[in-house]
């Protein structure tokens, strides 16, 4: 009888496995496949033949290798000044370097139009006539979007580094040079890599900053986006859509071959900061200007919100905001915070099942599973949308919030599905088969053991994946209707139509929503653990 229990209980897993995994292919793999098979020869020749083919390529690979090694010097400096110094307000510096993560892309764009166009604000107070438009501005532009994301990535890194073997170095007399290059580098070679390819495809793959400062400096991304969105021409599209698709899956590739295996190690003791006036008045001076350069755009959008009229009357009002909700941006707001919901409670879901089954529940299949959900990680937003678009033209759900929540599903799962799979993993491997002998379910260690100690891994998943969808323009921007539409789609609309006014209210409006809920969470979790904390006090008096 226990045979025949063990033996179905391994096969409603397994069937759970291939039924995931059909759902992953069916959203990923085959949107690919139909995309791929909509090229033509014809398309394909007339893409390769003209004479911008070659440029763009140039200003796609020149725009963001200039941007990731930009982004990837600026970061490690920074992680730098906090972790290795004794500056103060290093909370408050954090919080400052999420809120540029809080708005889309194209809102970094704007912000530099605003800033420093031929009528900026900057422009005209400092009375000169610089051009932000070309390769500059795309690299500024660039340099906002995804230096918190770098940053974030390399500072965790260096939080974490055990302190032993820089000890050691000092006692030997060791020259710091050579502790850098002998120590920090060899530590940071991995995570710096996954880094790299994380910011590298974020920036080539994005046409939200070059849409709006590129000029006649075009990218592959504009480039799709123009050919989609202005004239229609799906074949054209499915072509530099395989062109990105290219550098996307070798950069997800290298960054799995690189992951660390079975390279968890235990810190034996917390970096030793020695006092330094010089040093850490430096670091004040430089971590205050990659916060100010970075919050330029947020402080923009306020004071253009409340404007009269841009660039002639700056003065004070609320009518935008009244102008902008006449304009739809309410309904919109209400769509977007209806599929952030929808995507966060629906994507954590799968993202957790997901994790337990190829984490706990290891089985043949486990490793496919575990492949097919971070497949998606390599596809970029654009390149999913124009398949979605392709695979689902005509079908029930086209036109409506279910294909838009689904594709944001798609798009960011990977991400939380790795944290969920990472704190699994560290688990007590034996909690089901403990379970199991004691006569409980499976089902009941997941909800009354394995859920609370993951919660906050839970809450970040949710966190992610309501703020990526509230500020995405990529996969949607080809999927939303005029009922649909999301309101950071609205940006874009209202900078066409000159009507900055009314595009900064959606950007600041966009950012309160993500800071409401980036708050939320954040007292949810301070909570938790200061009652864990009082029961484990409890426990030991």
Not at 122 to 135: K, P
Not at 308 to 335: C, H, W
Not at 464 to 491: D, Q, R
Not at 509 to 534: E, F, P, Q
Request: hydrophobic share 50%; glycine share 6%.
């Amino acid at each position: 009888m226990k045979k025949i229990r063990k033996f179905a209980s391994a096969h409603k897993l397994n069937a759970t496995k291939v039924l995931l995994i059909c759902v992953f292919a069916a959203l990923v793999l085959i949107p690919l496949v139909r995309m791929l098979t909509n090229i033509n020869g014809e398309s394909l020749k007339s893409v390769l033949s003209q004479e911008s083919f070659l440029s763009l390529i140039s200003n796609s690979l020149v725009a963001t290798a200039l941007s990731t090694l930009t982004v990837l010097i600026l970061a490690y400096v920074l992680a730098i000044c906090v972790e290795r110094t004794n500056i103060k307000g290093k909370e408050i510096l954090n919080i400052l370097l999420v809120l540029p993560m809080l708005i889309p892309s194209i809102s970094h764009g704007m912000g530099l139009v605003v800033m420093f166009g031929n009528n900026g604000l900057i422009t005209r107070i400092l009375g000169f006539g610089g051009n932000i438009y070309g390769l500059q501005g795309i690299i500024l532009g660039s340099v906002m979007y995804a230096f918190p994301v770098a940053y974030l990535m390399i500072a965790d890194v260096l939080k974490y580094q055990d302190c032993s073997p820089y000890q050691a170095a000092d006692i030997l007399g060791i020259p710091k040079w050579r502790q850098f290059t002998s120590i920090t580098l060899p530590y940071l070679r991995k995570p710096l890599i996954s880094v790299t390819l994380a910011v590298f495809t974020m920036i080539i793959t994005d046409y939200g900053v070059p849409l709006m400062v590129g000029g006649m400096y075009k990218t592959l991304p504009v480039v799709l986006y123009q050919e989609i969105i202005g004239q229609l021409n799906f074949e054209k599209g499915s072509v530099y859509g395989l062109i990105l698709l290219i550098p996307a899956v070798i950069g997800f590739i290298f960054d799995v071959l690189n992951k660390d295996k079975g390279n968890s190690t235990f810190v034996s003791g917390k970096m030793l900061i020695k006092k330094n006036k010089l040093r850490d008045g430096a670091a004040y001076i430089f971590c205050g200007c990659i916060c100010f350069f970075l919050m330029l755009p947020i402080i923009v959008f306020g004071i253009l919100a409340f404007s009269k009229r841009y660039p002639s009357d700056i003065s004070f009002t609320i009518k935008n905001i009244s102008d902008a909700l006449r304009l739809n941006a309410g309904t919109y707001m209400l769509n977007s915070v209806k599929i952030a919901i929808l995507v966060a409670v629906i994507g954590v879901v799968l993202a957790f099942v997901t994790a337990y089954l190829t984490s706990r529940a290891k089985t043949k299949m486990s490793k496919a599973l575990h492949l097919f959900a971070i497949t998606s990680a390599a596809v970029p937003g654009v390149v999913l949308g124009l398949s979605y678009i392709l695979t689902f033209k005509g079908s029930f759900i086209y036109g409506t919030l279910a294909i838009l929540i689904m594709a944001n599903i798609i798009h960011f799962i990977s991400s939380p599905y790795l944290m969920m799979y990472n704190s699994l993993s560290k688990l007590n491997e034996n909690l089901e088969n403990v379970g199991k002998t004691i006569g409980v379910s499976r089902f009941r260690i997941i909800i009354d053991v394995i859920i609370p100690q993951c919660k906050l891994t839970l809450m970040e998943m949710f966190s992610y994946f309501f703020v990526n969808s509230m500020m995405t323009i990529s996969a949607v921007s080809f999927l939303s209707t005029t009922k649909t539409k999301p309101v950071a789609l609205m940006i874009n609309q209202f900078e066409a139509q000159m009507q900055l006014e009314e595009a900064a209210v959606v950007s600041l409006a966009i950012l309160l929503v993500n800071l409401l809920i980036k708050g939320i969470v954040a007292l949810i979790k301070k909570i938790s653990t200061k009652k864990k904390v009082s029961v484990f006090t409890e426990e030991a008096m």
